[in-house]
């Protein structure tokens, strides 16, 4: 299935067991232009990463689940070539005794008889068949998109996890190097250096900037073992050659801050074995081996063209897979209506009988017992009769409840339809407000880890030249780090938006 995600003609389902098809008859030039602009949404919206694009593919080509509904769709287009005419009878018959008639003696007798529909009746059932098979086409192309967000969302979450991974890390340096700094402090040295230390901590950008990405076998860029030991051997290395202190700063600072960090060594190893579900998960949903490693993009990017809110509704009402399928079902529906009536028709039937003589012996005498005893001799010649029949349907009753039941499926897949509208519309709306709140938080809270990196920068010269509050330069770190976690999720969570978007509008 290696095409799963272009759109082809109906007809190369005929060449390719592996081909999925959008049927022939969507292709009009109002919606290939409408194709295109939701691939240019895409495109637009979501700035992708190439190996989630692969992802992507290889879910839909390998997702065992998917491949059944696909080999489904597949069964059901064959229904169309089921539609023929009733086969004929051939009846055969042979006496065993001859039957003595006028013209010979018969010794077989064969009919065939071939039974016609009502006019049109043959073309109806056919169209019935292939709306079905379009709507079993649609109910695939929803499981797709569903397997597809699935992916993405999963994709997400692990991207999530690691750039939470790589904050936190962030954030060890910055304690660490506060960590050196209190040192100083306690010990009475030059703290100049220390402080420039902080600040370029502060001011580093996470690895996901830095690295795009990487692979730890697991699946994405680690390396908070070796920070954790690190910042341990640092730490102990640290107590133990402070001496009794001499400066101006206070034990309790160094302390708090080793405090810290053996917390946030906890809560990378954590992260780490929080990715593993997601991992088998992720695995899973492409087809794979649950231990097989991935790598992907870190970096969270997305870039939205303006307005692009106004037509995306218009275009999910026109291309969301559960409408276009209740929309074939009704189609269904009617046809069943029409086969309903065409079923109360006759039907005809034409044949041939063939009836086999041979000749038979002159027996008695002319003009004895008045002629009673006499029969002239046959001449045993085969004899052909066509046939003709027709059904008569008088019981009307059945045709009639025919006619009325498929009626009111329609109309309650009219109901259905209406109500799927109202809620594609509704979740539209709850989507794009989620997608709007996102994108203020974001740079809203761009702007806060800006202020609070200056802040924080102030603060840290403020403790290193005058001995300010400690306590204040801990809560700058905190708001820092929260700051930016808060902003990492409002990202992840933009994009789960926007996946569900494209979810919606299933192409």
Known sequence: ???????????????????????????????????????????????????????????????P???????????SLEKTNQVTLENPQLNIGVFT?????????????????????????????KDEATLMAEAKYEEFRQQRNVLLYQVKE?????????????????NLDILKSLEELAIIRYQGGNTSDAVSSVSAAVRRPTRSGQQNGGSDG???????????????SSGGSAMSSMGSGGGSGKLTDVLRL???????????????????????RFNQLLGRDKNEPLEFETEISTQKNIGWEFTMLEQILETN????????????????????????????????????????????APGGMNGMDYMPAGMGNNMVMPMAT???????????????????????????????????????????????DATRKVTLLEEQIELTKQTMELSVTSYANEGSSFEEVLNIQRELLDFRLNLLNTKIEREIQFARVETLIGI
């Open 321 to 364: 897979p559960m409408l276009l399928m209740l929309e074939k079902e009704g189609l269904v529906y009617q046809k069943q209506g029409e086969m309903a009536k065409l079923e109360g028709k006759p039907m005809f039937g034409l044949g041939l009988n063939y009836m086999v003589f041979s000749p038979r012996p002159e027996m008695g």
């Open 258 to 280: 080793q405090v810290q960090i053996k917390a946030l060594e906890s809560d990378l190893q954590q992260l780490e074995v929080d990715k593993r579900p997601f991992l088998v």
């Open 154 to 170: 999963t994709y997400f979450q692990l991207q999530q996890l690691q750039n939470s991974i790589e904050i936190t890390e962030s």
């Open 390 to 436: 027709v059904s008569l349907p008088i019981y009307r009753k059945k045709y009639k409840a025919m006619e009325s039941e498929s009626k009111l499926y329609w109309e309650a897949n009219e109901k259905q339809k209406e109500d799927l509208q109202r809620t594609l519309e509704t979740e539209f709306e709850s989507i794009l407000v989620s997608i709007k």
């Open 218 to 232: 697991m699946g994405m860029g680690g390396g908070s073992s070796s920070s954790s030991s690190g910042a341990s």
């Open 65 to 75: 689940a998917l491949q059944a509904s696909f080999k489904g769709y597949q069964a």
């Open 1 to 63: 299935m290696k095409t799963l995600l272009k759109i082809t003609n109906k007809r190369a389902i005929a060449n390719s067991g592996r081909m999925v098809c959008i049927p022939k008859q969507y292709l009009s030039i109002s919606s290939i232009y409408q194709y295109l602009l939701i691939l240019i949404f895409m495109v637009s919206v979501n700035g992708y990463s190439q190996s989630l694009d692969q992802y992507l593919e290889e879910a839909a080509e390998n997702n």
């Open 97 to 125: 005794r001859p039957m003595e008639l006028l013209m010979g003696n018969q010794r077989a007798e064969a009919s065939v008889m071939q039974m016609f529909p009502w006019f049109g009746m043959l073309k109806t059932q």
